[in-house]
């Protein structure tokens, strides 16, 4: 029984180490009639990765037809079974990769989707600015209090808030794209948002104003806090991704 150069060249693929591992797990499906009868057409598919690996194992392809001549028919049918297996990995790679990269294009579909949501989020903000610039206006507040004490504090308002910290300096049309976020609710906003930058909440936070960290500070005020049960902050952390970052330790 005679073995065309094309399966001796496929059965010497197998002869690479990465190929045999693989191999080892197809070959119990090799016995399976259905795989048996889609072997010619998985190899026509197929082809050029076989001749690919076959080429570069071209060395053992010549040998592999040497043994195969010389020990006639049983060696020719083992050489079958061989071609048989390596084409089957063949097509299963083929499939992996398909799969991968279908893989790959839903993550960043999902990933687009969940900064698009963001992005919406934040740019919604009442109140959006640098957090020095916070800072400045604070301290400009408490400067200019008048003699009764009463301080017109920047962000003196219940509802929620979020400081979030960039690699660089934060585009207006990439608000998303920060490095770590802290989200939290307050009767005052402003006094909570000057603890925390002042080292007076949390610790994470304060790191990165104290080492001068670019940041933004975003305020949603909400007039009836008391009413909400802290679901809305549950949503506000989990659209933010806080939970996975600052919040995890507040």
């Given amino acids: 029984m005679g073995v065309s150069k094309t399966l001796l060249q496929a059965a010497a693929a197998a002869a690479t180490p990465l190929v045999q591992k693989a191999a080892e797990k197809a070959i119990e499906k090799a016995k399976d009639p259905e795989f048996r009868d889609k072997v010619a057409k998985a190899a026509w598919e197929h082809r050029d990765q076989i001749e ?24 020719a049918d083992s050489a079958k079974g061989a071609a048989k297996v390596v084409t089957k990995k063949a097509r299963e790679a083929a499939d992996s990769a398909n799969e991968a990269r279908q893989a790959a294009a839903e993550k960043r579909a999902q990933e687009k989707e969940v900064a698009d949501a963001r992005q919406q989020l934040l740019q919604g903000a009442t109140a959006r600015m640098a957090a020095i610039d916070f800072e400045a206006q604070w301290s400009a507040a408490v400067d200019n209090a008048s003699d009764e004490g009463a301080t017109a504090t920047p962000l003196k308002s219940p509802g929620y808030f979020a400081i ?19 989200v939290a609710r307050s009767e005052d906003m402003g006094q909570s948002i000057h603890d925390h930058l002042r080292g007076y909440g949390n610790p994470d936070v304060y790191a990165d104003m104290k080492y001068k960290q ?4 975003f305020a949603f005020p909400d007039f009836d806090l008391e009413d909400d049960n802290e679901e809305t902050l549950r949503q506000f952390v989990l659209a933010l991704g ?8 507040k």
């Fill in 164 to 182: 979030a910290t960039y690699k660089g300096k934060p585009g207006n049309s990439k608000l998303y794209d920060y490095r770590e976020v802290f």
């Fill in 52 to 75: 690919g690996a076959a080429k570069a194992a071209a060395p053992v392809a010549q040998k592999a037809v040497e043994k195969a001549t010389d020990a006639g028919t049983k060696a």
């Fill in 242 to 249: 806080a939970n996975e970052s600052y919040n995890a330790r």
């Fill in 214 to 217: 670019p940041m933004l500070v």
